[in-house]
């Protein structure tokens, strides 16, 4: 699959581009091998090329790859970048289709072709030198020139490509022509969930290579768990002595090749990630080599490291930035993955395609088990029933292959790999088998995952995405149903095998909800082995409107003809890197140390696979209704990996309200990716119970003219709602039954936005039967229903009040033909936009819902109404606070409202109606009115994942029945009333 330069020259006439359309690898590069740096000299050619862009290949400019080619009129363009990230064309986003029709290998002659010229010098001390010129990425293709003679053709967007150019290469002035293709044969095993973004967008440089060089290297090093021994192997490719040095081990100046047993070496876990650093040394050179001691086996169905079974609490992880598309800065790849541990992520799963170098050079050092993913998807195809898809045609065997070995070559140093994987949604063929067998006979260390081998005839564990909690829990037991295209041996070998969601919990939007319960799955049962969430980055392109303000973009937005909208703005941190309610739900749910307390003790679970808690002091704070009372330190003696423990909790004052402990589990010391009193883990035990607020009454209704005056209250005579609370003016509260959808909402086979849209929650309309005073109560029976159906919902509104509050009981009785559930069963009601600052004490400091509340807890927050926003890239329902017992809204002279829960409600709070947030778009569509709007709400109905994945479980999902609730409103300064 090589060829020299001379051979490609004489094999390929200028401007030919046949191998386009070729299915065959590029052509002319040298064999791939082991990404390392060296003493050598480096050349690096990162900067800013001469660009010009042609919207096909025949209008691409002739013979601009001669080194006299004048190229002053062209542009300017940084490399690495995306050149639609930088004003040349548009970026254009599709999950599953192709964005071209699909005629393999054929591509549209409308093809932009980006032509790129770097004119570069050469030392002196490189005369009559040998030399290599490296790309680490190019999308999609490209075809290389230097000083005017072809070097070959580049495919494999995401693998790297090197030439010798030992013949073309001058000391001197130097020119690089590359002529990049948008489009290529190989764009078809390209139909990764992303952003189509051509360019060359990882490293370029010119290496020396010493006459005593190294070519390539293979680290074998294994940990024997039970002696604890280190065996350590290097295969060497060199043209003259290798020799090894390993200070820390005692390793100094041995051939290379010699096989070393070292005694009680320290392993390399994710936990521990211990690394050696040694040199590989010859005459001329000195490569650094970071050597991380460790065994993967599957043992009695289940994935092993070092002799212990692992759980994965992973994600999956594109690489994307907001602003530089693919070309991702090292530093915002370090603070993806420090962010990563600080949320107790072990685990990455690199979707779709080998990560830029420099990731897994970090990946080692902090510490991720890794599946590294070859540069494969051909997921348009099964719109076609798979017809013609390359997995299974000879043809593109080589292609498939040679993407394998590229990504074996590149990254079999790295320690943090612990599977190595052949793809993504190319469904199965024998292409795929040939990737596999290949691979097993090049590194047998590390096992083999391919989700779409569902029969697992030619992987090492059972893969699947977006299974039901239901359908984990027969896989854990070993029994799901069989296969259908097997026979009973080879369904037998599978339930075998370890379990791993490669994909979970689709991070779209508002969600993932029911997280905890594949957790629970995944701790009880052996087999399951954990998972990946669905993914770690919004990838959102930061844009700004012509007034400046900034939004991200999705797809859809740079006008592309076919697109698959917002799907690509589904991860656990937004695009600017922030974390969202979701990845905050995410580390709560995997904390690896789970305490529970009762009965005046706390029992401590170690969930680590390697280490004991020794890293961790366990801190406590005692709150009276939210207010701290009394803190210290919980003797916890280290707790090994897999064992609990159980302390007695500390003696503790008495408090006269709603009372809390909290423990935390927090850092002892500075760790690499965070700092001394980081919080791991925490638990809440309750130790006073909150004493029940006395119902306002005693005051009588009294009418008024056009309205009645109800203690602080005023309320319209007609309607029976409430207009004036205390000096605040008011508007409602009256039942609310909908929502902005979110993307869960909208997503699966049967989206239940279709169900509450389609049967009219969205415009329910209210017709007030009678208004009737009482000596002690105001009593309002209204009917709720959408229009032109035939259901609804009684619904009677019972007010009580004293001088200063009022206390409402409201019971819904629907009837009729109900949809199966509904968004929320709640109140709405609106205030003045100078109400701007929040107090409540309930769970927060976040926004939680059903099946999305473990992050959160107990206390008292300050916030302000904007602040209680959570700005998804998609607008959707948002920023509801879960189990408040009080909530003060009030603006800067502190006149507002408190609202307390009977026992508990939930709040929301924003400066657009629910209306507003359901036809926007983008944040930017949100404009503050003159209200902010309140929702106050018995219940609501789960988030899910039904974007991609499992709708709401059953314990979750809020069924449209009669329901009563109780909440009471102050007003704020409180004012008693004279007379």
């Known amino acids: 699959m090589t060829s020299t330069p001379d051979d490609v020259s004489a094999g390929r006439a200028a401007g030919a581009t046949g191998y386009l359309e070729d299915p065959a690898p590029g052509y002319g590069a040298l064999p791939p091998r082991c990404t390392f740096t060296s003493t050598a000299a480096r050349l690096p050619l990162d900067g800013d090329w001469r660009f010009h862009l042609a919207p096909t290949v025949g209008a691409a400019p002739a013979g601009f790859q001669l080194p006299d080619y004048d190229d002053a009129g062209w542009d300017l363009l940084p490399v690495p970048s995306s050149w639609p990230m930088h004003g040349h064309g548009r970026p254009a986003y599709t999950n599953v289709v192709y964005p071209f029709p699909v005629d393999p290998p054929y591509v549209p002659t409308d093809n932009p072709t980006g032509s790129f010229r770097r004119v570069f010098d050469v030392p002196d001390t490189w005369q009559d030198t040998d030399a290599v010129l490296r790309f680490d990425g190019v999308d999609s293709c490209a075809r290389v020139w230097l000083n005017g003679r072809e070097l070959g053709v580049i495919k494999g967007s995401r693998l790297p490509s090197e030439f010798s150019v030992r013949e073309a290469l001058k000391v001197g002035e130097n020119v690089l022509a590359v002529e990049v293709h948008q489009w290529s044969a190989g764009s078809y095993l390209e139909d990764q969930d992303m952003w189509w973004l051509p360019g060359i967008f990882r490293s370029v440089a010119v290496v020396r290579r010493p006459p005593a060089s190294i070519t390539d290297f293979?680290?074998?090093?294994?940990?024997?768990?039970l002696s604890c021994q280190g065996t350590l192997r290097i295969e060497v490719q060199a043209d003259c002595p290798v020799r090894l040095v390993i200070d820390e081990l005692g390793i100094t100046d041995r051939p290379a090749d010699e096989v070393f047993v070292i005694d009680d070496v320290e392993p390399w876990t994710a936990e521990t990630p211990r690394l050696y650093d040694g040199e590989l040394v010859t005459d001329d050179e000195r490569v650094p080599i970071r050597i991380g001691f460790r065994t993967v086996a599957i043992v009695d169905g289940q994935l092993t490291v070092n002799g212990r079974p692992i759980l994965i609490r992973g994600v999956n992880r594109h690489e994307h930035h907001p602003d530089f598309g693919r070309a991702v800065p090292t530093e915002a790849m370090r603070e993806d993955l420090l962010l990563m541990k600080r949320h107790n992520v072990n685990a990455i799963r690199t979707s779709h395609y080998p990560p830029h170098p420099a990731m897994l050079d970090l990946c080692d050092e902090l510490g991720f088990w890794v599946i590294d993913e070859c540069d494969l998807e051909t997921h348009g195809f099964h719109l076609l029933d798979w017809k013609r898809n390359p997995s299974d045609d000879p043809v593109w065997a080589p292609a498939y292959l040679d993407r394998m070995h590229r990504?074996?070559?590149?990254?079999?140093?790295?320690?943090?790999?612990?599977?190595?994987?052949?793809g993504?949604?190319?469904h199965t063929g024998a292409n795929l088998a040939a990737m596999a067998n290949w691979t097993r006979d090049r590194d047998s260390s590390r096992p083999i995952h391919y989700e779409g081998d569902a029969a697992c005839e030619y992987v090492d564990v059972y893969s699947r995405m977006y299974a039901s909690p239901s359908e984990v829990e027969l896989i854990g037991k070993r029994e799901e149903e069989q296969h259908p295209n097997v026979d009973a041996a080879t369904d037998a070998k599978r339930r075998s095998m370890p379990f791993i969601l490669c994909e979970y919990g689709h991070a779209m939007g508002n969600g993932p909800g029911g997280l905890s319960e594949y957790q629970e799955l995944f701790e009880r049962y052996p087999r399951c082995q954990g998972g990946f969430i669905w993914e770690w980055l919004d990838h959102g392109i930061r844009q700004h409107t012509a007034d400046g303000r900034e939004f991200f973009a999705y797809g859809g937005d740079f006008g592309e003809p076919i697109h698959d909208g917002n799907f690509v703005i589904d991860g656990l941190v937004f695009p600017n890197r922030t974390p969202s309610p979701g990845l905050l739900e995410f580390k709560k749910v995997i904390e690896p140390v789970v305490m529970n307390g009762a009965d005046g003790s706390l029992v401590i679970e170690n969930h680590y696979d390697?280490?004991?808690?020794?890293?961790?002091?366990?801190?406590?704070?005692l709150e009276s209704e939210g207010e701290p009372v009394a803190d210290g330190l919980l003797a916890v003696p280290p707790v090994g990996a897999g064992q609990r423990h159980e302390v007695a909790l500390p003696k503790l004052p008495r408090t006269d309200a709603e009372s809390w402990l909290t423990v935390q589990?927090?850092?002892v010391a500075d760790e690499p990716w965070a700092a001394a009193g980081h919080e791991v883990a925490w638990t809440q035990v309750q130790v006073r119970r909150r004493d029940p607020e006395p119902t306002p009454t005693g005051r009588r209704p009294q009418l008024r003219s056009d309205h009645i005056v109800f203690g602080p209250g005023v309320f319209d005579a007609a309607r029976g709602e409430l207009r004036r609370l205390g000096g605040l003016e008011v508007s409602g509260p009256r039942l609310d039954l909908w929502r902005a959808p979110t993307d869960n909402d909208r997503g699966g086979e049967h989206p239940e936005e279709g169900w509450w849209r389609g049967n009219g929650l969205h415009r329910l309309q209210h017709r007030t039967i009678d208004v009737k005073l009482g000596r002690t109560e105001l009593v309002v029976h209204t009917r709720v229903a959408p229009p032109a159906l035939g259901f609804g919902a009684y619904v009677t509104?019972?007010?009580?009040?004293?001088?200063?509050?009022?206390?409402?009981?409201?019971?819904?009785?629907?009837?009729?033909?109900?949809?199966?559930?509904?968004?929320?069963?709640?109140?709405?009601?609106?205030?003045?936009s100078t109400v701007d600052s929040v107090e409540f004490f309930g769970l927060g400091p976040g926004e939680s819902y059903p099946d999305s509340d473990r992050a959160v807890r107990v206390g008292r927050y300050q916030s302000t109404v904007d602040a209680w926003q959570t700005p998804y890239v998609f607008p959707q329902e948002n920023g509801n606070r879960s189990g408040v017992r009080w909530a003060q809204l009030t603006d800067a002279d502190g006149l507002g409202l408190r609202i307390g829960g009977q026992p508990t409600v939930n709040v929301a709070a924003r400066r657009w109606t629910t209306e507003d947030l359901d036809a926007a778009r983008h944040t930017t569509d949100l404009v503050a009115s003159d209200h902010v709007h309140v929702n106050i709400d018995a219940a609501l109905h789960g988030l899910g994942t039904a974007a991609c994945g499992p709708g709401v479980l059953p314990a979750y999902q809020l069924r449209p029945v009669d329901t009563t609730f109780a909440v009471t409103f102050s007003a704020l300064p409180v004012e008693i009333e004279e007379g």
Request: proline share 6%; charged share 20%; net charge neutral.
């Open 665 to 667: 589990a927090v850092l």
């Open 424 to 426: 993504n949604e190319s």
């Open 218 to 225: 293979f680290v074998h090093a294994d940990f024997d768990h």
């Open 797 to 832: 509104y019972r007010w009580q009040a004293n001088e200063t509050g009022l206390a409402l009981t409201v019971q819904v009785e629907p009837r009729g033909q109900w949809p199966d559930s509904v968004p929320r069963i709640g109140l709405r009601m609106r205030v003045p």
């Open 610 to 621: 390697f280490v004991t808690t020794a890293h961790l002091i366990f801190r406590w704070t």
């Open 407 to 422: 990504t074996v070559e590149r990254d079999k140093n790295h320690p943090s790999i612990v599977l190595w994987s052949l």
